[in-house]
């Protein structure tokens, strides 16, 4: 006997199903539709890249390199067997990627784009990895929708704009009770000190952390303040603030930030423990959390990651991005009651009798080539039980074809909610559906 395997979506991973998807299609084109409206274009990557760059610029430290990403050799027997071309990078370790910000600057180094005029602004959208512990808002593929901009100027109108940006994204995608937070973390000149001298204040009170805080006070203090440890909470408060150590030029950056959010009417909070978990960022941070999400409401984290690009062997360049997550976008749409109703099915063409069959294939085509949803049964069926799958497919009329209208070269459209019934010209038709669907 055949073992009989049932085979399921691997843990962390799951399909997105209508009419779910019609969701996340209109969340994803809105979010074209505003970044475009910013000038920005769409670059799509990879989904695997080299580990090493992954490691260099998201940071060996960190949780998503140290233990989260799904890393594999490229073995050399297979390159041998199909007879690929040998190169050494071929033989090294590649990761599906956890996130997207690192190959956006391993192609804008790659294909020189730093010689195109102006700020390079690019988009984009795609699946995720990371090996976390799966919970509801946190998989292991999960989606993002990106944002950067890369370039030689790094005006707090820059960061404030993408910031704009973002938030009108927000609403018109109808995620809309949000709260945006912002922070500067310093750069190179004001940063090292700071972690320093945190350093030093948490190793005063290490007894008091937990085995997390206490391993991050030597691999990355920073991360400490991140944490969610309730018993933690009244030591971290104590701490010594960035915002209290910053240099000249980072104070002066953040300030003007602030007034370029103020000018466009953005509503921030500023929080001074806003770090990020990844290594690159500088100077401003910031993240958005939304309503209806429970511990995992962080739906858009970013910021600036001035030097980046260089430390991936690019020239001098300045970046600010951010990474919005779809999964959880789309779960607080739908647990505020702000998802939009889907279009669903607008015609069922209910034919009968084999003579009204051609009749009922081209008026589909029409009605479908006007911008309906059409469903036109395969096979023919019994009148009562057409009307009835029409009612369950929630359609919102039914287009009845029999042998009377196909003789009167006629339509009897009906109206499923009500049993509205009217017998219409082709031309008639058309212009009657044209103008309920605009409604
Ligand atoms: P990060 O790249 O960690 O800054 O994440 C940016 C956004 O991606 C977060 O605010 C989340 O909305 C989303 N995100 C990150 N990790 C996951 C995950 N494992 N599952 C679902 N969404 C995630």
Not at 32 to 43: K, L
Not at 225 to 251: A, G
Not at 357 to 369: C, G, M, N, S
Request: glycine content about 8%.
């Amino acid at each position: 006997m055949t073992e009989r395997r049932q085979f399921r979506a691997i843990k962390g991973t799951r399909d997105i199903l209508p009419p779910d998807s019609a969701l996340w299609n209109r969340f994803e084109q809105t979010a074209r539709e505003v970044f475009e409206s910013y000038n920005f274009g769409e670059i799509r990557l990879p989904i695997f890249e080299q580990t090493e760059l992954f490691a260099r610029s998201v940071g060996t430290d960190t949780d998503i390199v140290s233990k989260e990403m799904f890393t594999f050799p490229l073995s050399q027997e297979f390159e041998k067997s199909t007879q690929l071309e040998e190169g050494p990078e071929q033989r090294e370790l590649v990761s599906l990627r956890p996130e997207a910000t690192a190959s956006v600057c391993r192609a804008y180094i790659e294909h020189n784009m730093q010689a195109l005029p102006g700020n390079t602004k690019l988009y984009y959208m795609g699946p995720m990895f990371r090996r976390e512990r799966p919970q509801k808002g946190r998989y292991r593929q999960f989606y993002q929708i990106g944002a950067e901009v890369l370039g030689q100027s790094d005006a707090p109108a820059i960061d404030a704009e993408v910031l704009e940006m973002l938030l009108v994204f927000f609403s018109r995608a109808g995620l809309t009770r949000t709260t945006l937070y912002i922070n500067s973390i310093g750069d190179k000149n004001c940063r090292p000190q700071y972690v320093e001298l945190l350093r030093q204040e948490l190793q005063k009170v290490k007894d008091q952390l937990g085995a997390d805080s206490q391993r991050r006070i030597e691999t990355n203090p920073l991360r400490v303040l991140d944490s969610k440890v309730p018993s933690e909470q009244p030591i971290i408060e104590k701490l010594p603030r960035i915002s209290d150590h910053l240099c000249d030029d980072c104070r002066a950056h953040f300030a003007k930030l602030k007034d370029e959010l103020n000018l466009r009417g953005i509503q921030y909070e500023e929080n001074w423990r806003l770090v990020r978990g990844l290594d690159y960022y500088t100077r401003t941070t910031f993240e958005v959390i939304a309503e209806g999400l429970g511990s995992q409401n962080a739906v858009c984290g970013g910021g600036r990651y001035d030097g980046l690009v260089e430390l991936l062997g690019g020239p001098p360049t300045k970046g600010i991005g951010f990474a919005i997550g779809t999964d959880r976008s789309i779960l607080s749409i739908e647990e505020t009651g702000n998802a939009p109703a889907p279009d669903g099915l607008s015609v069922y063409v209910a034919w009968m009798g084999l003579a009204s069959y051609p009749t009922a294939v081209w008026i589909t085509r029409k009605l479908r080539d006007a911008g309906l949803t059409v469903e036109l049964p395969p096979e023919e069926m019994k009148f009562k039980k057409s009307l009835g799958l029409a009612d369950k497919l929630g359609a919102r009329y039914a287009l009845i074809l029999g042998e009377d209208e196909v003789a009167s070269r006629t339509f009897t459209l009906k109206r499923l909610a009500d049993a509205e019934q009217k017998k219409l010209t082709e031309a008639e038709l058309l212009e009657y559906l044209e103008s309920e669907r605009r409604r």
